[in-house]
């Protein structure tokens, strides 16, 4: 079955530490999108591409980046430059019109 | 002011209640989405609706565009309906999708 598979669920590392989060899609989606999730928030738009070799910054994109050299992969870094990066991290995929959004199953990191 | 408002931000019910969650928005759009947010985090897509109503088993979704709401309708509740209730909206340009704050919803039995 398609889908988006993000790995790990979830993630623990230490202050100052780069980390990266592993988001795959085999639905033949254009476009691909991170999001962070806090408590009592919506989710808000870190990064997002539209085709492969290119992306935009979204609207909290300060402390992280991306890559996307294949339309199935879009992982995210969460830099040390993040000051404050322990949340829930979604990825999601859609057709490049933006219809028919798919959602992985987060990746929860927690910074010590 | 979020460009996506919903309400109520908490909802306790009984199993079998009518439920209701409202989303207002304030900008233009070509989509509104309603998903479900369970505790493992995870979200499913309930529908997509750009005019009219939509109906899938006890779920009935609204959409009145000229005043910019919709509505997400539960009929019959169930304790497995307890989940967090996301409205977003896709803007008419671009992909990028707005997102509510969600609904938590429980229903208790």
């Known amino acids: 079955d398609g889908g988006i598979t993000q790995s790990p669920k979830y993630l623990f590392r230490k202050e100052g530490q780069n980390v990266t989060l592993s988001c795959e899609q085999n639905?033949?989606?254009?476009?691909m999108y991170w999001y962070r999730q806090d408590p009592g928030q919506g989710l808000r738009l870190i990064y997002y591409?539209?085709?492969?070799?290119?992306?935009q910054k979204g609207d909290i994109a300060e402390g992280y980046s991306v890559s996307r050299e294949k339309k199935e992969s879009f992982p995210l870094t969460v830099t040390s430059a993040q000051k404050n990066p322990t949340a829930f991290y979604l990825c999601?995929?859609?057709?490049?019109?933006?219809?028919?959004?798919?959602f992985g199953s987060g990746t929860r990191l927690t910074v010590v | 002011k979020n460009e996506v408002e919903q309400s109520p931000q908490n909802l306790t019910a009984q199993e079998g209640e009518f439920i209701t969650i409202n989303c207002s928005y304030s900008v233009g759009i070509s989509a509104l989405h309603w998903l479900q947010q369970h505790p493992g985090g995870g979200i499913v897509s309930l529908f997509m609706l750009s005019s009219g109503k939509k109906k899938h088993g006890r779920l009935i979704a609204t959409i009145n565009i000229q005043e910019k709401h919709s509505s997400l309708h539960i009929t019959a509740s169930h304790p497995r309906d307890s989940a967090v209730y996301i409205c977003a909206v896709r803007q008419t340009s671009g992909s990028r999708l707005t997102f509510g704050e969600g609904t938590q919803l429980t229903v208790n039995p």
């Open positions: 591409s539209q085709i492969v070799n290119d992306f």
């Open positions: 639905l033949n989606h254009d476009a």
């Open positions: 999601a995929s859609s057709i490049s019109q933006g219809y028919g959004y798919t």
